[in-house]
C-alpha cells in the first residue's frame, strides 16, 4: 500500500507556540545584525562571502543557522564573536557595536579547544582568574558549571582522560563560566557519533532552560536544527543573505520522540526544499576508470 501521510505547513503554530514566540518577541534584542556584508581579496579577486545580512536575536532565544556548505555560516559567527570584521554593516551586542572578541560572547566550535595541560576544573576556571576572579568563590562557581554539565566526578581529570562528548560539555561549562550574553557555537557536536551527538542536544537544551543564555548554533544536520531552535536562520548561497527565517513550530520541551511529529517532520520537509532545491543540477562529474574493462570485478 503506498499511503502518503499529509503533512500540516510549518507555519502552522499551535495556541502554545504561538504564544511562545510572543513572549519571545517581546523580549529585548541581544544580538543585532543590520545589512552586514563581508568580501575577501583573494587571488582571483573579490569573494562576496555575505551580503546584506540581516537578523537580531531576543535574551535567551535558540536560533539555528543551515546553509549549504560555503554559503558564509563560518564568516557569519566569526564576525560575530569579533574574531572577524565585517566589510559593510554592523553587528550589536546589547545594543553596543562588536570590534573584537568580548566575554559577552562565549564560542563553542567543533574541534576541541580546552588546553589539554589543565585539568578540567582549571580548565572552567580560566576565564574568571584572567578576570582576576580567583579562591574558593570563583572555584565553587565553576565547579557549579561543571556540576550542570554533570562532569562533578571528572573536575580533576585531564582533557585526554575524556571522551569526545565528555570534552565538549567542559568546553560549554568553560564558556558558560565567563557569564556570556550569548553563546556561540559552531557545529559543537559535528564530530561527534550519532549516539552521543543525541546525548548533547538533550544535554544543551537541559543547560539552555537552566540558565539565562541565548544560543546562535551553526549546524548542518536539518534533524540538528528542528530539535533545538525556536528559529532557524536558512543561509542562501552566492552570495550569502537570510534566504527564509523559519519559526519552529514544534512545542517545547523537545525529545528526540518528537522527530517524528508532523510538526517536526514538515520543518524539516521545508528546510531540504530549501538547502537541496529539486531544480538543483544534478553532479555531472566523471569518475575515472581504475580498472580494466574486462576486468573480472564483482
Ligand atoms: N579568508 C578567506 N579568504 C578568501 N575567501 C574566504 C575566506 N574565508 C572564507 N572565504 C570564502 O567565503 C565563503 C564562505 O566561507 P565559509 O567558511 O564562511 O562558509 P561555510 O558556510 O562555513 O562553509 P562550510 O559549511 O563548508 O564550513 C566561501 O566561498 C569561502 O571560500
Known amino acids: 500500500m503506498n499511503e502518503q501521510i499529509e503533512l500540516p505547513s510549518y507555519l502552522e503554530q499551535s495556541p502554545e507556540v504561538a504564544a511562545r514566540f510572543q513572549r519571545i518577541q517581546a523580549r529585548p534584542e541581544v544580538l543585532k545584525v543590520a545589512n552586514m556584508g563581508r568580501v575577501f581579496d583573494s587571488n582571483k579577486g573579490p569573494v562576496q562571502a555575505l551580503n546584506d545580512i540581516n537578523f537580531s536575536v531576543r535574551r535567551r532565544e535558540f536560533v539555528c543557522v543551515i546553509g549549504q556548505s560555503g554559503c558564509g555560516k563560518s564568516t557569519l559567527i566569526r564576525i560575530l564573536a569579533g574574531l572577524d570584521q565585517p566589510t559593510s554593516g554592523q553587528v550589536l551586542c ?5 570590534t573584537g572578541p568580548g566575554k559577552d560572547r562565549g564560542m563553542v566550535f ?16 580560566f576565564g574568571p582568574a584572567m578576570e582576576g576572579r580567583k579562591g574558593q568563590a570563583a572555584e565553587s562557581e565553576a565547579l557549579q558549571w561543571i556540576e550542570m554539565v554533570g562532569l562533578e566526578k571528572f573536575a580533576e581529570s585531564y582533557p585526554s582522560e575524556l571522551s569526545g562528548g565528555m570534552k565538549q ?23 561527534l557519533d550519532a ?6 542536544q538533550q544535554h544543551l537544551l537541559q543547560i539552555w532552560r537552566a540558565v539565562d ?6 549546524t548542518h544536520d536539518l534533524d540538528e536544527a528542528v530539535l533545538l531552535a525556536d528559529r532557524i536562520l536558512v543561509l542562501g548561497a552566492n ?3 537570510v534566504q527564509e527565517v523559519i519559526e519552529v513550530p514544534v512545542p517545547r520541551p523537545r525529545t528526540l520522540d518528537q522527530c517524528l511529529s508532523p510538526s517536526f517532520l514538515a520543518t ?11 531544480t538543483e543540477r544534478k553532479a555531472s562529474f566523471k569518475i575515472p576508470r581504475l580498472v580494466a574493462a574486462d576486468d573480472d570485478v564483482l
Open 94 to 98: 546589547d545594543g553596543e557595536p562588536v
Open 110 to 125: 567543533q574541534g576541541y579547544t580546552l588546553f589539554p595541560w589543565l585539568t578540567v576544573k582549571q580548565n572552567v576556571m
Open 169 to 191: 560539555r567542559v568546553a560549554i561549562a568553560r564558556a558558560m563560566a565567563n557569564q556570556p550574553r550569548i553563546l556561540l557555537m559552531d557545529e559543537p557536536f559535528g564530530a
Open 195 to 200: 549516539q552521543t551527538r543525541a546525548q548533547m
Open 213 to 218: 543564555a541565548t544560543i546562535l548554533f551553526i
Open 239 to 241: 552570495p550569502s543573505r
Open 268 to 278: 524539516k520537509k521545508r528546510l531540504e526544499e530549501l538547502i537541496h532545491p529539486q
